[in-house]
């Protein structure tokens, strides 16, 4: 168990539609990221926050949005669902913006466009 | 720019060892970490090489060399378990990881 809280794990939804991800962090870590992962494909980087504020943006979609809320707690909002943005959604957190510490990935959140 | 390059799959039997290479071109990066990450499952830390050199783990070890641009992550003594995607990632200038496309290690009885 890595500390990094993932809901929900799994989720079907119409094209068309619009769904949020949340996701807790380790206790104490100040920055989350949320990557994608489609069918036997490589992590792809969307956007990373750092106490609230965002810090990087990845390739994320403008359908795509997310936040971290005061309790660093963080959701990502997928709107306008298409059928290719069936994967795999994880977000992972890291103690703090300086490179070097370890990022750990949540068990993610399957969505399926249908 | 920063491309990283591993090869795609590979196969190795239970009990032996196999070497995964990574290769990259960047102007300049912070480490490269090792992930494992079986089928469906979230990538977990295996190794974090910033200085050249092996670090050893266990049953698994990897090693950097800056000045050639290549990683590679050792694993012996494999176990069926060992089944899974491995991806090598490099730390960016602005605290970004950047991956590679990962692995595919196959283990055979």
């Known amino acids: 168990d890595s500390g990094v809280t993932q809901t929900p794990k799994h989720l079907i939804t119409a094209t068309g539609q619009r769904v949020t991800l949340r996701c807790s962090p380790r206790?104490?870590?100040?920055?989350v990221y949320w990557y994608q992962q489609s069918l036997d494909q490589g992590l792809q980087f969307l956007i990373q926050y750092y106490n609230g504020e965002e810090r990087a943006k990845g390739n994320i979609l403008e359908r795509f949005s997310a936040q971290q809320f005061p309790d660093l707690h963080s959701e990502l909002n997928l709107s306008s669902l298409e059928l290719g943005d069936s994967a795999l959604y994880f977000c992972a957190s890291s103690p703090d913006r300086v490179f070097g510490n370890t990022i750990y990935f949540g068990e993610g959140s399957w969505l399926t466009v249908v | 720019g920063q491309n990283i390059d591993q090869p795609t799959e590979m196969t190795a039997t239970e009990g032996a060892i196999v070497q995964i290479n990574c290769t990259y071109q960047t102007s300049g990066f912070n480490g490269l970490f090792w992930y494992q990450q079986h089928a469906g499952e979230a990538p977990t830390f295996l190794s974090y090489?910033?200085l050249d050199g092996l670090e050893e783990k266990g049953r698994f070890s990897s090693f950097l060399s800056r000045s050639k641009g290549y990683s590679y992550l050792l694993l012996k003594e494999l176990q069926m378990k060992d089944s899974a995607s491995y991806l090598c990632a490099l730390g960016g200038s602005n605290y970004q990881l950047i991956w590679g496309a990962g692995t595919k290690l196959i283990i055979k009885p």
């Open positions: 090489n910033v």
């Open positions: 206790s104490g870590d100040l920055s």
